[in-house]
């Protein structure tokens, strides 16, 4: 945890230098690789810099440029200060991406040491946590959940609220394996159902292991509470909790799981504009009132694993009280909880940052973000990829609507040329660690940018207003001709597929490859120096709004690209 030594003084005086920084070379930032040749981006380099980079071989552009850890530099030629200048400045100002845990290097192996058994299956994680689970997020839910565990032991809290939770991979490690009580909510209502499905094979899984004698212990665990509802970034904290304690409306429905006596419960309910869902399995006999269960506050035993029942089946009992969740529209019940977001999106991870600081039932927070190109900002409200809202907010529901994803902190605001892209912002979304692998391994797929930035000068001489056009991938590209990827683009943006193409530009055009390589890594150096500058600055506002807070690489980056982890908790009292 790096950045425990930082100082409220240390954090603005590098948010300056990093804004300093960022605004003197926005032109590379800026840029989109794939007007290489329409903007003739290469000559927009520093002439000095232009002819000891362009016969770089591709693994010396990854050990000269891009990585921070090589040590062994060896220079093909004699280079200018401002290029030794530019590369050293851009590493020393990024906060460091290599988790010390997982002891990795900038494009070392792709697999953290958990997986070296088997490719598929981390060794560190139970079984019944990696079905539906891709190795990525096994190795994600399994350091999170750990963390988070951490800091509910450390602000005296049992209850977490995960937003974002998609299909519950990270929701049923906290609740299942760690013994947390977890509600969970996200926006899409299917990934909600794929969800409470997938505790229910979870549930089934352990009830087979108890017959077979298979780690037969006895466990107290709280079933996760999952709620399909969209966080409005503009609403209040009080809404916010009111869409987290709605009442439950249970009532049967059919069989959705495979085994004997399993019912789904389902329940909808409108809360503050929003439609919320709410799911949840319990056994049900055929002569019995159990699937009641909303309507009964007791403790019972299924599957071998004692399951809490309450009017809200994730929050708490303790000495003093009797249930947690109260029915009154006064707040002021609510149990205190920990907030957490792996890979939040956009404005998302800064919105769960504000309630966290607002709300006093939020006691510590992990958020991980993800795509910064979707955060809202003074310059660009609403970026593409934005998510509309599905009901306007209701007057309660309304917050300061001044407020952006970036930047969150007055001192931020505050400075000069602090202002970042849509592309700068996207740029800081790419995988470093990936592209030195492919550098270091030449491989084929170095091409791509090539064939695109070539690709956009023929669509510009037929149609000049067509200007980065969306294309989507196409398949293996890097191993067609370009002739051929050519036919495949031009359909794609409807221009004629045989559209005749200068055979000697094309020629001419593919001996600047290299080039093309250099400007994009160029440009990839600054990306973790943007991550760095919207990361800083939510440390920031935190720290002006009277709580510090840690940043820690938490994840393999060559696995988990968006491996930061911002930590922090409230003092008792605030």
Known sequence: MFTTSFTAEQQRELAKQLSTFLSQYSHLSDS???????????????????????DLSYPQIADLLLDATHEDRRYPSVWPLTLLAFRATAHALAFPRESRSEGCRVGGSVKPKEFLENHSQSSLLGHIFRKH?????????????????????QTDCNRVVDVGSGQGHLTRFLSFGLGLSVTAIEADPTLVTMASKFDGQLVWALEKEKQKKVNAGQHSQYFPRHIAGWVNPKASWEAFIRQLKAPDHVSEGPPTLSGPSKKKLRGSVQQGGLHVVQTSYARSDSNSQESELSKQQKSKKMSGVEFVDEKCSSCIHSDSHEGVY??????????????????????????????????????????????????????????PGLVIPPAPPTPDQESVQSEFG??????????????LSYKAREGA?????DYVRRLREESELLRSHCYRAMLETFIRDTRP???????????????????????LGLARVGLPPELPLDLGRVEAMLKEQGRVVVYFSLSLL?????????LLDRMIYLQENGVNSQLVPLFNPNFSPRNFVLVALKRFGQ
């Not at 290489?36 to 362009?54: G, I, M």
């Not at 689970?133 to 032991?153: A, D, N, S």
């Not at 939040?344 to 973000?369: E, N, Q, Y």
Request: net charge positive; with cysteine; hydrophobic share 35%.
């Open 465 to 487: 207003d067509l200007r980065r056009a969306g294309i989507q991938t196409i398949k293996k590209s890097h191993l067609l001709p370009f002739i051929e990827y050519a036919r």
């Open 32 to 54: 989109y690789i794939i007007e290489f040749f329409t903007e003739d981006l290469w000559h927009t380099l520093p002439s000095s810099w232009q002819p000891v980079l362009q």
């Open 406 to 419: 970036y930047p969150m902190s007055s001192w931020v605001s505050g400075l000069s040329g602090h202002q």
């Open 326 to 383: 109260s029915e009154e529209d006064s707040l002021q019940g609510y149990p205190n909880f920990v907030l957490t977001g792996l890979h939040a999106c956009g404005d998302l991870s800064a919105t769960l940052l504000r309630h966290f600081v607002k709300c006093p039932h939020v006691r510590g927070i992990t958020s991980v973000a993800c795509c910064y190109m979707k955060i809202t900002t003074k310059e660009n409200p609403t970026p």
């Open 526 to 534: 600054l990306a973790p120096v943007v991550e760095t500058m919207v």
């Open 133 to 153: 689970v891709k190795p990525k997020k096994q190795h994600e839910i399994r350091k999170l959940g750990t963390l988070v565990k951490q800091l509910c032991e």
């Open 429 to 433: 979304c790419h995988a470093v660690e």
